[in-house]
């Protein structure tokens, strides 16, 4: 099956959140005085972003049976998110996260229940046949039972012709350790997935800087072909086996009102436009502008404009 008869544009797998991001700007969380609600999660984002932009678009997580996971039902549900595999638990609480404000990679102290209990029922191989793009992160993949059904899941959609897509927001702080970190990232990546990651993700993960091409070079030998290496400020490189690496600069704005997010806006805009055939440089200017237009805002993308107008 071609992927542009798939009618499923992006099938989000992963964690579902309620972010408190803090109200004082550039400060840590041990100096935050108060917070404010808002909808959050990677892949969660990269859902209600690519439904903005008209994509066809499924989240498959969990949350518990609370006043936040109806606060997150409603809100998915009111930008037209798929939320048939969102799953109510009674046992476990909706997972929330403290986030500092900053401009840029923000402090955070996850407290998390309801976000890692996803099973197989939620995927069958009918939804995976018909899927375009299999998003997760590192962040789902590194607790169980989720990481266990991602992984089994992320096979079976390759198997179904599905292209992969993960957002390696690597913590260390959410794994049991390095070594098992490597391990999932390892299996995830013989799949060859588009790969998006961070300057911060990769000193996080390898524990010390590497040169741009020892990161890209890694990610090959793993068998992935399209390695995405955001680096703030600087901008973006892509690498492509058997291509030149892109170097793009990044979109500059007069005032940084909040980063959280904008990796996902960036990947959003990425998707959108792969799935629209576009050219790798076509792929990244269109994500640079998501990306810019999401440090302009506090929290999500927000709801007043078109955004798919001010990308193309």
Not at 56 to 70: L, Q
Not at 170 to 179: D, I, Q
Not at 264 to 273: H, I, K, P, R, V
Request: net charge positive.
């Amino acid at each position: 099956m071609k992927i542009n008869k798939k009618e499923i544009d992006i099938l989000c797998v992963g964690e579902v959140l309620v972010d408190f991001i803090g109200h004082q700007e550039d400060v840590l969380i041990n100096d935050t005085r108060d917070y404010h609600r808002y909808l959050g999660g990677s892949p969660t984002n990269v859902a209600m972003n690519s439904t903005r932009l008209g994509l066809k678009t499924i989240m498959v997580a969990t949350v518990g049976n609370d006043g936040f996971g109806d606060y997150i039902t409603k809100r998915l549900n009111s930008v037209g998110v798929n939320t048939d595999h969102l799953s109510v638990i009674g046992d476990k609480s909706t997972s929330v996260i403290f986030v500092s404000r900053s401009k840029g990679t923000p402090d955070f102290i996850p407290y998390r229940a309801a976000d890692c209990c996803i099973y197989d029922e939620q995927i069958s191989p009918e939804i995976l046949s018909n899927t375009k793009i299999f998003h997760t992160t590192c962040f789902a993949l590194s607790k169980n039972p989720a990481q266990k059904t991602i992984l089994k899941k992320a096979q079976e959609a390759n198997g179904a012709g599905c292209k992969l897509s993960i957002d390696l927001n690597y913590a260390s702080k959410l794994w049991k350790s390095e070594k098992k970190a490597f391990k999932v990232i390892k299996e995830y990546c013989q799949y060859n997935p588009l790969i998006k990651i961070s300057e911060d993700d990769m000193l996080r993960l390898f524990k010390k800087a590497l040169p741009h091409d020892e990161i890209f070079s890694f990610f090959h030998k793993q068998g992935v072909d399209i390695v995405c290496l955001t680096l703030g400020s600087k901008g973006v490189k892509l690498s492509q086996i058997g291509k030149d690496v892109i170097d793009m600069p990044a979109i500059k704005i007069d005032k940084v009102m909040d980063s959280t997010g904008a990796g996902d806006a960036f990947w959003s805009g990425f998707l959108f436009a792969y799935i629209k055939d576009k050219t790798m440089h076509e792929c990244l200017d269109i994500a640079l502008k998501l990306a810019a237009l999401k440090l302009q805002n506090v929290g999500r993308l927000p709801d007043n404009i078109n955004i798919l107008s001010k990308l193309l």
